[in-house]
């Protein structure tokens, strides 16, 4: 390692050590600093790894940390970024955190955000870029999913030796022709006498041929499928790795069927069955084996704000993580399957890191949630609660029963005294944050998010 590098990487340790100590932070900044003394400390810091990149609108801190476990049923040493820091900075620091480690087997399993994987691999190449799925999300900043497309492969051009992983059942990833080798993902759909299309608010169903609308001779949720053109004759591409069957969906765990074998995992819904199905796919480009595997997947842990099970007085509180208007509508669908009385919290902000247009909210199936007979009690806050409120009740919320929470601390002792045993709250990142830090002062956490 160059002088440069060595000082970068002792600054940013420091920092970092420091940080940690006395604060709950150092998921940055060290990362920011070691870059101010070495702009090329990333590709110095990772050039011993093999490194595998997760990207994507939803699923990408589940996938990594369902990959991260499978993984380590093979390597002696697997790094990852399990802070949620997943811009640059972040995965300098990452790399920072994990430099002292002397193993020679080591692998990197690093979820990236879609904007910045073009930064990153300007630094590392990676020997697989997985990209879970792509829908409309924060558009303030990403714009259009074709936009964020672009922006991942951008990245996936820096690194034209990487296979890019991606998700067969999405007809975005069959809209550009890449340099780089395709393997893709899905759901088997043996049934291919069906014919029908996606629902009318469904984005990203134009044929990327003939820009025909999409048929579907099956769908899983949303645009993800097995999708076809009528007109011109485009088709899902063939899939190198799918779920032949799925076997239970509770609002634990999910069971399903992959290459004849049979898995679990500790988190429900469909959605997490892509995320499962997108950790087995990179378990076994690695060569990992089914048992093994299974055994990475079941051992998995709920993790920050996804499904996260949180002890607070005698109360089962779940935190789910919101952002986009699919991810809501499949944490409702997560929500359908519960058949015990439960209280409902929905917390909506409208920060930076949430994204400041809210209008999404409308596109989400609210409607379904209002129909549910074991709704107990519903409470609302958050910086747009005005708008969340408005939509509620158009959605079929009586509005009188909507109770407004002023702030995170009122959430918190909401929890306490629920009528149900079961709490669900449904957050903005930032919401999310907040709540989490106030059960983190209230001792029922630990505040960092790893």
Not at 388 to 417: C, H, S, W, Y
Request: proline residues 3%.
């Amino acid at each position: 390692m160059k002088f440069k590098s060595h000082l970068a990487t002792v600054a940013g340790r420091t920092s970092q050590q420091l940080l940690k100590k006395f604060t709950s932070g150092g998921t940055s900044l060290p990362g920011k600093i070691a870059q101010q003394i070495d702009p090329n400390i990333l590709k110095t810091l990772g050039e011993n790894y093999r490194v595998v990149i997760i990207t994507g609108t939803n699923g990408k801190t589940v996938t990594t940390a369902l990959t991260v476990n499978i993984l380590k049923q093979k390597f002696e040493h697997v790094m990852t970024n399990n802070s949620g820091s997943n811009m640059l900075q972040g995965i300098v620091s990452s790399f920072i955190e994990d430099s002292a480690n002397k193993s020679k087997d080591k692998v990197a399993v690093l979820e990236v955000d879609e904007a910045s994987l073009r930064h990153i691999t300007e630094h590392i190449k990676p020997e697989v870029i997985l990209t879970t799925n792509i829908f409309r999300d924060q558009m303030d900043r990403y714009g259009e999913i074709y936009t964020t497309y672009d922006f991942i492969l951008q990245g996936a051009a820096k690194a034209k030796s990487a296979i890019l992983m991606q998700n067969g059942d999405a007809p975005i990833f069959s809209s550009r022709k890449v340099d780089n080798k395709q393997v893709f993902f899905g759901f088997n759909a043996e049934d291919q006498s069906q014919d029908f299309l996606a629902d009318n608010n469904t984005d990203g169903v134009i044929c990327p041929n003939c820009e025909h609308v999409l048929h579907y001779h099956s769908i899983t949720y949303s645009n993800l499928g097995d999708y076809f053109c009528p007109n011109c004759g485009v088709h899902r591409p063939e899939l190198t790795y799918q779920v032949e069957e799925i076997n239970e969906l509770t609002p634990e765990s999910a069971k399903f069927t992959i290459d004849g074998y049979q898995y679990s995992i500790p988190v429900a819904g469909l959605y997490n069955v892509y995320n499962a199905l997108s950790a087995y796919s990179l378990g076994r480009y690695f060569e990992v084996s089914q048992e093994a595997i299974a055994k990475g997947l079941q051992g998995a842990k709920r993790i920050f704000g996804r499904q996260e099970a949180i002890d607070v007085e005698s109360h089962d509180l779940r935190i789910n993580l919101i952002k986009n208007p699919v991810g809501l509508n499949q944490i409702i669908e997560l929500c359908l399957l519960e058949k015990a009385p439960y209280t409902l919290i929905t917390v909506l902000n409208d920060r930076p890191a949430d994204g400041q247009d809210v209008s999404w909210i409308w596109d989400g199936n609210f409607e379904k949630l209002a129909e549910m007979d074991n709704i107990e009690a519903s409470y609302v806050s958050g910086i747009r609660v005005a708008d969340l409120t408005k939509r509620m009740v158009v959605a079929g919320f009586n509005q009188d029963q909507l109770i407004q929470l002023d702030n995170p601390n009122a959430v918190i002792e909401t929890v306490k005294k629920a009528p149900t045993k079961k709490v669900y709250i449904l957050a903005t990142y930032t919401a999310m944050l907040a709540i989490r830090k106030e059960l983190a002062e209230s001792g029922y956490v630990k505040e960092r998010m790893s």
